[in-house]
């Protein structure tokens, strides 16, 4: 049973940063596609930016372009977000998933996290 644990999120300002990372256990992941979903308060769960097994980036939602970075460390089984210059409009839940595809949509994914809070005040 693979589980995945993220950390990392926290209350910041506009334009600070933050790294999330999600640690995976309970199996070897090279394989899979990792990917980071968010949730802001009262909307849909939507896709940020996946990673392959093999490390294909998975083109990351418009609105991060530029300021988003996903990585992942296979040996660690961990995967990274750095996030920078933080906005408003950036406050949400965020969770990482896991996927035998690379894909960005969430039906796709079948083991996700628990989320971290991310909250970027004005």
């Known amino acids: 049973q693979v589980q995945l644990v993220e950390s990392g999120g926290g209350l910041v300002q506009t334009g600070d940063s933050l790294r999330l990372s999600c640690v995976a256990s309970?199996?070897?992941?090279?394989?899979?596609?990792m990917a980071w979903f968010r949730q802001p308060p009262g909307e849909e769960r939507s896709f940020v930016a996946g990673v392959t097994g093999s490390g294909g980036i998975i083109d990351p939602t418009e609105s991060v372009k530029g300021r988003f970075t996903i990585s992942r460390d296979n040996h660690k089984n961990t995967m990274y977000l750095q996030m920078n210059s933080l906005k408003p409009e950036d406050t949400a839940v965020y969770y990482c998933a896991l996927s035998a595809v690379a894909a960005r949509t969430a039906a796709l994914y079948n083991t996700w996290g628990q989320g971290t809070q991310v909250t970027v005040s004005s």
């Open positions: 309970g199996h070897s992941l090279s394989t899979y596609t």
